[in-house]
C-alpha cells in the first residue's frame, strides 16, 4: 500500500493520511495492457487492404511496363459481374436464381478470375468498382474471390466510372 501524508504537524491541523491501494490498480493496468495487445493483432487479419482510384491521380512508380498500363476492372453491379479491361475484354456473368430470388454466381466468378489470373500471371491487381445500391456484403464477398484467385492488390473505384 502506498501513503500519502498530508502533514498536519504543529499548525494545529489534524493530519489526514491516506492509504492508496496500488496492487488493484496495477492488476487493471496490466490486464488492459494484455487486451490492447491482444486485439492488435486480430486488427491487422481482419483488415480489407485497398486503395482508391481517383481520377487524374499522379503514379508515384516510374513509368509500368506495356502490359500493365491496360488495367483489369471487376464491376459489381446489380445485375451481376463484369469482367472487363482497358483493352476492351468484357465478361457479364448474370445472377442466379436460387429459391426464387436472384444471387450472385460466385462459383462462376472464381472460374473466370481463375483464368484471367492464368491469362495475366505476372498481374495481382485488379480494380473493384461497385454500382450504386450494391450491397457491401456483395462487394466484401467479390474481393474475397479475387484475393482467392491472386489477385493480392485491389482497389476501390466508383462503378459509373467504367460503365
Do not use: H
Amino acid at each position: 500500500m502506498a501513503a500519502i501524508d498530508s502533514g498536519g504537524g504543529n499548525s494545529g491541523k489534524k493530519a489526514v493520511n491516506q492509504e492508496i491501494p496500488l496492487i488493484p490498480f496495477i492488476d487493471l493496468l496490466l490486464c488492459c495492457v494484455m487486451f490492447l495487445l491482444a486485439t492488435a493483432v486480430w486488427n491487422q487479419l481482419a483488415a480489407v487492404n485497398a486503395n482508391q482510384q481517383v481520377p487524374g491521380q499522379a503514379s508515384t512508380e516510374d513509368a509500368p511496363p506495356e502490359d500493365e498500363k491496360v488495367k483489369l476492372i471487376l464491376q459489381v453491379r446489380n445485375s451481376g459481374y463484369v469482367l472487363g479491361s482497358s483493352a476492351g475484354e468484357s465478361i457479364d456473368i448474370s445472377k442466379r436464381v436460387v429459391a426464387d430470388q436472384k444471387e450472385f454466381d460466385i462459383d462462376e466468378l472464381q472460374t473466370k478470375l481463375a483464368q484471367w489470373k492464368q491469362a495475366w500471371d505476372k498481374r495481382d491487381d485488379l480494380i473493384v468498382a461497385p454500382e450504386d445500391g450494391v450491397r457491401y456484403e456483395d462487394v466484401i464477398r467479390a474481393m474475397d474471390v479475387a484475393t482467392a484467385a491472386g489477385f493480392t492488390t485491389l482497389s476501390m473505384a466508383d462503378g459509373a466510372a467504367f460503365l
